[in-house]
T-cell receptor
Framework: NAGVTQTPKFQVLKTGQSMTLQCAQD?????MSWYRQDPGMGLRLIHY???????DQGEVPNGYNVSRSTTEDFPLRLLSAAPSQTSVYFC????????????????FGPGTRLTVL | RKEVEQDPGPFNVPEGATVAFNCTYS??????FFWYRQDCRKEPKLLMS???SGNEDGRFTAQLNRASQYISLLIRDSKLSDSATYLC?????????????FGRGTSLIVHP
């Protein structure tokens, strides 16, 4: 199993450009999510999905779109990049759709380091 | 006020020392609690879950205090390889769905 994979590893964008960060998992996990990590801020949830066709907003969704057409893939789209979106982006998956107190370890991808100039 | 708070540290300790971290959370309806470890420029990885009765995994002990709304992580006999950032994660959310909230992390540096 490859686990959770993310591409690209590094990306530099100019303000106003759009792009898609790719995330895929081969563990048949129902739950997938996107986080951004900034210095001193910890990980913040952008969007999440509890299954194919179902997505919802997290703590910091503005400027990002997601879709979940298959169980395996959960791409994150930046619509019009801004310098404030410079960050490290992590995708994660879990074997349990978030239900009542169940243990649900999240498995993280290696991250995408994005710089917006 | 952030929902999950941790002392950022760094905690600088010698090998063999015992070190403890606390994490406080604000949502009394929180249901699941975890400690993750993150090495520099790497992804977080699960260290251990935190159960109501407390649990131990080798040199690591996790405790939950619901009354005071905090969880703790105790590391005994620290190793150089324990140097990392330790993230507290609390799962809570409305209507039966559980949304993980991460603390900002506590940095641990173990020196010879």
């Amino acid at each position: 199993n490859a686990g959770v994979t993310q591409t690209p590893k590094f990306q530099v964008l100019k303000t106003g450009q759009s792009m898609t960060l790719q995330c895929a998992q081969d563990m048949n996990h129902e739950y997938m999510s996107w986080y951004r990590q900034d210095p001193g801020m910890g990980l913040r949830l952008i969007h999440y999905s509890v299954g194919a066709g179902i997505t919802d907003q997290g703590e910091v969704p503005n400027g990002y779109n997601v879709s979940r057409s298959t169980t395996e893939d959960f791409p994150l789209r930046l619509l019009s990049a801004a310098p404030s979106q410079t960050s490290v982006y992590f995708c994660a998956s879990s074997s349990r759709g978030m239900a009542g107190g169940d243990y649900n370890e999240q498995f993280f991808g290696p991250g995408t380091r994005l710089t917006v100039l | 006020r952030k929902e999950v708070e941790q002392d950022p540290g760094p905690f600088n300790v010698p090998e063999g020392a015992t070190v403890a971290f606390n994490c406080t959370y604000s949502n009394s309806a929180s249901q699941s609690f975890f400690w993750y470890r993150q090495d520099c420029r790497k992804e977080p990885k699960l260290l251990m879950s935190v159960y109501s009765s407390g649990n131990e995994d080798g040199r690591f002990t996790a405790q939950l205090n619901r009354a005071s709304q905090y969880i703790s992580l105790l590391i005994r006999d620290s190793k150089l390889s324990d140097s990392a950032t330790y993230l507290c994660v609390v799962n809570s959310g409305p209507g039966g769905s559980y949304i993980p909230t991460f603390g900002r992390g506590t940095s641990l540096i173990v020196h010879p």
